[in-house]
């Protein structure tokens, strides 16, 4: 029976772990790189994508679940809802030879998006008389 030592397993995990989200920003800006930022058009392609899954989607999860939960677990579930696409989507797309340049038009879209979708969901959500915490 091979024993291995408990540090160094934790260690090279955390380590692996560690510098998997940096290289997917890496590939993320690499792919936003090749894209020419001269003509923004691209962007209203993504509105849709952006007001479905950032504001739509989130909204009707606070609406189910603050009837079942707590207003903190609610609000919590939301805010995980808001959230923007993952920066490893992009490198999932390359690696499964699907479009990663939408992939990475999206990433960039949603994350800019966020800055203004995040509040404004909460606002929806006081203007609907759901409470949450």
């Not at 995990?13 to 090749?34: H, K, W």
Request: charged share 10%; hydrophobic share 55%; proline share 5%.
């Amino acid at each position: 029976m091979l024993i291995l030592p408990e540090v160094s397993v934790h260690h090279t995990i955390t380590s692996v772990g560690n510098v998997s989200f940096s290289l997917a920003l890496i590939f993320l800006g690499a792919a936003l790189s090749y894209i020419s930022l001269k003509n923004l058009d691209f962007i209203y392609d993504y509105f849709f994508l952006v007001i479905v899954k950032m504001i739509l989607i989130p909204v009707g999860v606070a609406a189910v679940v603050s009837h079942f939960l707590t207003p903190t677990e609610t609000t919590i579930l939301t805010l995980m809802a808001c959230m923007p696409a993952m920066s490893a989507i992009p490198m999932m797309a390359e690696n499964y030879h699907s479009d990663a340049e939408f992939a990475s038009k999206t990433c960039f879209v949603m994350t800019l998006c966020s800055v203004f979708t995040i509040p404004l969901v909460f606002f929806l959500l006081e203007l609907l008389g759901i409470h949450i915490g």
